[in-house]
């Protein structure tokens, strides 16, 4: 059998199988094709059924919340009327096919309205959708489940009732019927063993086609096809073993994201059926295929015997008694035509000539034979390592006994190899200079030269004296190399010991980095090595011989040191520790140092070894962090006292909205004469302080709304510059310098003159006897290692300006505290603690930082940094006060905050204007659904419960296009601002506002 495969007539049959192998390479390829688009094609069609039950069902999710949150604002669910809610559910189950069941639960968790009604009281405590709309005031769905009162399966959904105080006083909960996912998936025309199912996230089927009953209510959740579509959140197509244990083609996808329902979607074709047709032409093609092939190989295996086959199998036989040394062997074959006749009579005349040969041959081998001999013995008699080298390829031809015993190798061994791997164990040939080669020199120059080498016996390393000597040919041409080797490794040996112990000395001292000295038993200087002479700036030539003490501040640290550290080496051996020495010139440089006893054999101590190592970067990394963690805990204990101080600030906002807007509407129906009339006038003065004092909090807690410009802070002073010199007095000078091509920075004009100012008083209390007010601007750049050294800092470009002054300073305790707001070291009554802290929230809000640096009697300096933009200027627009106009628009006033909102309603329609109103998202939403006129305005308050007023509006936009916008708030939000800067195109009014100023803001965003 061995014998066939390399027959020919095996190779006619393999080419007969190539030449079909194209047409087998085709029909698999089609049949694969084929294959993939016909799964291509039903992946489509799963993917497109698949979507569609998704959209179908999310769609069904939200007329559920929608017709939730209507039902939640009806007055009789609000009343919890039994008997009205009995008979609005029955019509809503008749009405809604897809309705189980629907009901009322109060918030601890009995029901108080269900129908159908249960047969005994049931408690929904603990159910998944009950406990989600309680705690999120929203809309949520459950998870399946079996109905307690009906017994089907069912999905529950529930939407919370709030009272007028937005608090949650019960729930109303539908069950959603899960038959309708049934009914769905039968109207779905699959394929024979298809089948659609819906799972929850814990693998529980809630449909299942064909065959529900079977199916609905297991957990499959082992299933590998439902381990996978658990773990997806998007569609997927794949194969995989289906809940049945059948192979199927599987799509599926997640439904109801939205609203998180957790339900994934999948429809599943057993594979056998996707492929089937094309798995059957695939088939009957190759059947076809292989027939022919047969049929090929019957032909190809009667033809090639006789027209072949038996003519080569007599010219091998004939061969084969050739080589066997039968040199009569002849073909026989007539002389023909034909390849195979001409191929046997060529053969039959080589096999004469071959016999001649044979004859003459024998006589030179004889010959041959007796001279190698001869030279063999004389050759293996010399007592030097002699090697014949191949100059082509340095290779060894052949050695020497004496060569043999030098490598350690047997001849067999040697022969063949490269010289340079025998003796040098390289890898490539030697390389001039680096490794000279007596063999290279006789090539190249003619030169007989001897060098030394390393030679290797067995895993012994040698050391010899090598020369080379020619072979010629013919020609005079160089064509091998006599190689002799003479071993000196004795002497190389004791030689390379020496300098071995010398180096390795010298390159441990010189190596290191640390300073070493040597020092004798009087701490004289024996020697130092490059490390000591680069750290402290000294020559050997200048230490060596000399005391110690020259590394020292004094000659009372130099003894002391003494003292205190040699009786510890003469004791232990050594002495670690860390102090100061001087460098050359003069500076101090911190070390850690190791002072460590030499001893003679007998343990006697002969002098000592000193290692110094530079500490400098060490210590002031240790200073740089002990300085951030102090910056961070600032930070963070100003972060805090901001949040406290934005809530505070946003509550109060509120009562001074009352306390201000009802004063005003009282004071228009009071005669100044009238004795109570002043009193209000008072109230109305003492509020706009504490708005004052609320609006610094919400400028320290960054709370606040920006009017950002794109300025130079040059302008900015210049225009201060009369104001600044009647707030500091004539006895204090102003020196200004600004730096000419200053970088713009985009902040509020108002607040930044704000900061100038509170900074210039500050200076100005704290020089009472008169002083100098330096303000300075500057172009700075804050690099890497500087935002290293302050946390709060990025790296970038950066307007600098600067307060200094020349007062009282300023101790660390009260530096610390400085921008806490309502920390003040003035006497009681002269002043409220809120004006630095004013100070840090602007810089803060605005993008920049604040440094403050001062000693007691050196005075402060105030360093602001502000972002540099490159932005042009924008010119300060000056308002104009004009006479507020009323007007009889409607608006609708969404507040949650009821005080506040009757107080706008009442100031608005003082104006003329039509108001209506609203506490919150929900029912705002169900009064512009009922209103059938105009909406002109939405005054809105942007910070409610539940549904945001920038929610809302979104919404409410949807069902009056033409209402136009305007936001209320105590302090800045996210939701219509980002860091205190307004979205383009918002209107805001900050509370507290006054009557004037929310009529005049109203006016002008109608108008707009």
Excluded at 468 to 489: E, F, L, N, Y
Excluded at 580 to 587: I, M, N, P, Y
Excluded at 692 to 700: H, I, P, S, Y
């Amino acid at each position: 059998m061995h014998r066939f495969f390399f027959s020919l007539r095996f190779r006619l049959i393999s080419l007969v199988f190539l030449a079909l192998l194209p047409a087998l390479v085709l029909t698999i390829y089609t049949g694969l094709e084929e294959r993939r688009m016909a799964g291509a094609q039903v992946e489509q069609m799963l993917q497109k059924m698949t979507r569609l039950i998704s959209i179908e069902y999310d769609q069904i999710l939200e007329r559920s919340e929608q017709l939730l949150i209507i039902l939640a604002q009806l007055q009789l669910i609000q009343d919890f009327d039994q008997k009205k809610c009995q008979a609005l559910f029955i019509n809503l189950l008749k009405k809604f096919r897809g309705f189980d069941c629907i009901g009322i639960i109060s918030t601890d968790g009995n029901m108080i309205c269900h129908t159908p009604s249960p047969k005994e009281p049931i408690s929904f405590a603990g159910q998944s959708s009950f406990e989600r709309a309680v705690q999120t005031r929203g809309f949520a769905n459950g998870h399946y489940q079996i109905c307690p009162i009906t017994k089907r399966a069912y999905l529950p959904l529930a939407y919370p009732v709030l009272d007028e105080r937005r608090e949650v006083k019960g729930v109303i909960s539908v069950g959603l019927d899960l038959l309708w996912l049934n009914q769905l998936a039968s109207e779905v025309q699959l394929p024979e063993g298809s089948m659609l199912f819906v799972i929850d996230q814990n693998g529980t089927i809630l449909a299942h086609y064909p065959d529900p009953q079977k199916w609905v209510g297991r957990s499959v959740r082992q299933a590998p096809i439902v381990k996978t579509m658990l773990t997806l959140q998007k569609e997927d197509t794949r194969e995989a073993l289906g809940i049945d244990g059948v192979m199927h083609l599987h799509s599926s996808t997640p439904v109801g994201r939205k609203y998180e329902a957790g339900l994934h979607v999948a429809i599943g074709i057993p594979k056998k059926v996707v492929f089937s047709k094309v798995d059957f032409i695939f088939r009957r093609n190759l059947i076809l295929l292989g027939i022919v092939t047969a049929l090929a190989f019957v032909a190809a295996w009667f033809f090639g015997d006789s027209l072949i086959l038996r003519k080569v199998n007599v010219l091998l036989a004939t061969t084969n008694r050739l080589a066997r040394g039968d040199s009569g062997a002849r073909t026989g074959l007539p002389l023909g035509k034909g390849e195979i006749d001409q191929l046997a009579n060529s053969f039959d005349r080589m096999a004469e000539r071959l016999e001649q040969y044979e004859a003459n041959h024998r006589e030179r081998i004889e010959e041959e034979r007796r001279l190698r001999e001869f030279v063999e013995i004389v050759f293996n008699s010399m007592h030097e390592s002699i090697s014949v080298i191949d100059v082509k390829d340095f290779r060894v031809i052949d050695a020497n006994q004496a060569y043999l015993n030098e490598v350690g190798l047997k001849k067999e061994e040697v022969i063949g190899e490269h010289c340079y791997e025998l003796t040098h164990r390289s890898p490539v040939p030697c390389t001039p200079p680096d490794h000279p080669c007596p063999i290279l020199d006789l090539i190249k120059n003619g030169k007989y030269s001897v060098y030394e080498h390393i030679h290797y016996r067995k895993n012994e390393k040698r050391y010899v004296e090598v020369s080379a000597s020619p072979i010629m040919d013919k020609g005079g041409q160089i064509v091998q190399v006599v190689h002799t080797t003479r071993d000196i490794t004795e002497r190389k040996l004791a030689e390379e010991a020496l300098r071995a112990s010398e180096e390795k000395y010298r390159t441990l001292i010189e190596s290191s980095i640390d300073a070493i000295l040597m020092l004798d038993t009087e701490r004289r200087i024996i020697s130092c090595n490059q490390g000591f002479c680069n750290l402290f700036g000294y020559s050997r030539n200048e230490v060596e011989g000399r005391s110690a003490r020259l590394l020292y501040a004094s000659d009372e640290s130099y003894r002391s040191f003494g003292e205190m550290v040699y009786p510890i080496v003469r004791e232990e051996g050594f002495f670690r520790g860390e102090r100061e020495f001087v460098r050359k010139d003069g500076s101090k440089i911190p070390v850690e140092t190791i002072t460590s006893a030499i001893k003679s054999p007998d343990g006697k101590i002969t002098g000592y070894v000193n290692i110094s190592r530079d500490i400098t970067e060490r210590k002031k990394a240790e200073k740089e962090m002990a300085s951030l963690q102090e910056q961070l805990r600032q930070s963070q204990k100003m972060e805090a006292i901001g949040q406290l101080a934005g809530g505070v600030a946003h509550d109060f906002n509120n009562l001074l909205t009352v306390i201000k807007g009802t004063c005003q509407l009282s004071l228009l129906d009071l005669h100044e004469n009238d004795p109570i009339y002043e009193s209000l006038k008072e109230i109305e003065r003492s509020a706009e302080r504490a708005a004052g004092l609320t609006r610094q909090l919400l400028a320290f807690s960054r709370k606040q709304i920006l009017e950002v410009q794109v300025l130079d802070l040059n302008q900015v002073i210049q225009r201060l510059d009369k104001m600044l010199h009647r707030i500091i007095g004539e006895d204090i000078g102003l020196v200004t310098f600004f730096a000419e091509e200053l970088g713009r920075v985009k902040a509020d004009p108002g607040q930044m003159e704000q900061v100038i100012i509170n900074l210039s008083v500050n200076a100005r209390d704290a020089m009472p006897k008169g002083g100098k007010l330096t303000i300075e601007t500057a172009n700075v750049e804050l690099d890497e290692a500087y935002a290293k050294r302050h946390i709060a800092v990025k790296p970038g470009f950066y307007v600098m300006l600067s307060i200094s002054d020349t007062g009282v300073g300023m101790p660390p305790e009260v530096k610390e505290r400085l921008f806490e707001p309502f920390f003040t070291t003035k006497e009681m009554g002269k002043g409220t603690g809120l004006g630095l802290s004013t100070v840090y929230g602007i810089v803060k809000q605005s993008g920049g930082n604040i440094w403050v640096y001062s000693e007691p009697g050196q005075g402060t300096t105030f360093k602001i940094y502000l972002p540099r933009v490159d932005e042009p200027l924008e010119e300060r627009k000056e308002e104009v006060i004009q006479e507020v106009t009323k007007g009889d628009e409607t608006i609708l006033v969404v507040e949650d905050e009821e005080t506040v909102r009757k107080l706008a309603v009442r100031l608005l329609k003082k104006q003329g204007y039509q108001v209506l109103e609203a506490p919150d998202g929900g029912q705002a939403f169900i009064l512009c659904e009922k209103y059938e006129g105009s909406i002109h305005l939405i005054l809105s308050d942007v910070v409610m419960p539940g549904m945001s007023g920038r929610e809302l509006v979104e919404r409410l936009q949807k069902i009056h296009p033409e209402a136009k916008i305007l936001y209320m708030s105590g302090y800045t939000d996210n939701v219509i601002a980002h860091h205190g800067i307004l979205e383009k195109g918002i209107e805001f009014i900050s509370k507290p506002f006054t009557l004037e100023s929310l009529a005049r803001k109203v006016r002008e965003v109608l108008d707009s």
